[in-house]
């Protein structure tokens, strides 16, 4: 009966995404609420235990996605997308620019959003393009992968950071895994996939591309230098090792973890903590001429665009507190442990069923680490490199086949002006590289770590 009520539950959160367009956010609570009642949790309990999943997911979840934001909207306005592309296409020369631009697009993917990145990116794009000639699937596809992958694989995206929580995940670990599991992963399922389809597939400059072009006029006015961006986008990475490294270090006993010294230079290490110095540097670093009133407004700005996915990824905490307290995610458990399924394969195979039928990454990735955390805190042999690659395998399960009902799908067709035809030949199958190449990663360091 448990089984039943979440395959019910899950077609009808696809149903009302999909088919009546409500809101996910709406619709994870209102099949949390309706999961609950069925489920038989005593209804005194119900709010308290949908709260309780809502808030400690938003608790890791809204801290780091919202600096990161912000850290992603300075440099975007003040042009640090543009001196990192244009930096590494000088260095790499015309023909790696378009290794150049997916280059400059992973380390700027690392704190901003695929579709902020992407719209920032674009007229950079477009431009090294017109100048160099060909296909403009062999400079866009580079670039759009990257983010795609960083976006999918690494916190503060908001996919990871609630996966990763689900699953007990350090989270700094799952930084260090994932740009691991996420450089590969591009350099194979994107940049070579990319430059393999370019040959095949002509698609012109889109006429629009002009108009594009003037998203970068304010950047490029007095833009940083590019030791500055390169400083803001790798101290986070840096700061994130104090805690990864001497929690290996207090593991191996090379170190005692309870000196005041090694807790502080830890907590400096904590992804939070982190991401707010690197804010701090990145204003230090990029404010110029600007006032401190209007970089508190480019933050301000930066918070607006990431509440809707805030919300929902909070609410799919909601959705798998509910499944944890009704035991179903216990049952489900039990069954796939019968069937002798790796945990790491049958994460993929969830993820990739949820991304199919509702189109969000986030969703999807929510919603399979809700599933299937029951499964692995009942699995008393899992490591945490084991958590992090299953959290890799269940965002390549989110990526793959981006179709109709996604909204990166229409953002490349509309911006690439692609038909629905040439999107599912070329975008569709890139996602479906990406997945494919992040799951055969993540089986791999599963088995070997």
Request: hydrophobic share 55%; with cysteine; net charge neutral.
């Amino acid at each position: 009966m448990l089984i039943f009520i979440m395959v019910a539950a899950i077609l009808l959160l696809l149903v009302l995404i999909i088919k009546f367009k409500v809101h996910a956010f709406v619709a994870l609570i209102t099949v949390s609420l309706l999961t609950a009642l069925a489920a038989g949790i005593p209804v005194d309990k119900i709010m308290s235990t949908l709260l309780s999943g809502f808030g400690n997911t938003l608790a890791s979840v809204a801290l780091l996605v919202g600096l990161g934001a912000m850290i992603g909207r300075l440099l975007e306005i003040t042009g640090g997308a543009k001196v990192l592309a244009d930096t590494l296409i000088n260095q790499f020369g015309e023909q790696k620019a378009p290794f150049a631009l997916g280059v400059a697009s992973l380390l700027f993917g690392f704190p901003i959003f695929f579709d902020a990145g992407l719209v920032v990116m674009l007229p950079i794009i477009f431009s090294v393009a017109k100048r160099f000639g060909g296909s403009v699937l062999r400079y866009a596809f580079p670039s759009a992968g990257a983010f795609a992958v960083m976006h999918a694989f690494l916190p503060p995206h908001p996919g990871p950071v609630a996966s990763g929580d689900l699953l007990g995940v350090n989270m700094g670990l799952l930084v260090i895994v994932g740009l691991v599991c996420a450089i590969p992963t591009w350099y194979i399922g994107t940049y070579l996939f990319s430059q393999f389809i370019s040959k095949r597939i002509q698609v012109d400059l889109p006429k629009a591309f002009l108009n594009a072009l003037s998203v970068n006029d304010v950047a490029v006015q007095n833009p940083p230098s590019f030791a500055r961006v390169i400083t803001v986008l790798l101290l986070p990475i840096g700061l994130i090792l104090f805690d990864t490294g001497l929690n290996t270090l207090t593991v191996a006993k090379v170190i005692d973890g309870k000196e005041l010294w090694v807790q502080s230079l830890r907590l400096i290490g904590k992804t939070p903590v982190a991401l707010l110095i690197t804010l701090i540097v990145a204003i230090l670093l990029l404010r110029d001429k600007r006032s401190y009133a209007q970089i508190e407004q480019i933050c301000n700005n930066a918070l607006g665009p990431i509440c809707a996915i805030v919300l929902v990824t909070g609410a799919g905490g909601m959705f798998g507190g509910i499944l944890r307290a009704s035991g179903i995610g216990d049952v489900l458990s039990a069954m796939m442990s019968d069937t002798g399924m790796p945990i790491v394969v049958a994460a993929f195979i969830i993820a990739a069923v949820l991304r199919v039928a509702q189109g969000s990454a986030t969703v999807a990735l929510t919603t399979t680490a809700a599933l299937i955390a029951p499964m692995v805190t009942n699995a008393t042999d899992l490591s945490q490199f084991d958590r992090c690659f299953i959290v890799i395998a269940i965002a390549s399960g989110a990526t793959v086949l981006s179709h109709v009902n996604d909204s990166g799908f229409w953002l490349m067709s509309r911006f690439l002006e692609m038909d629905e035809k040439t999107t599912l030949k070329t975008w569709t199958l890139l996602e479906t590289s990406i997945g494919l190449v992040g799951f055969g990663i993540a089986l791999l360091g599963s088995a070997l770590l």
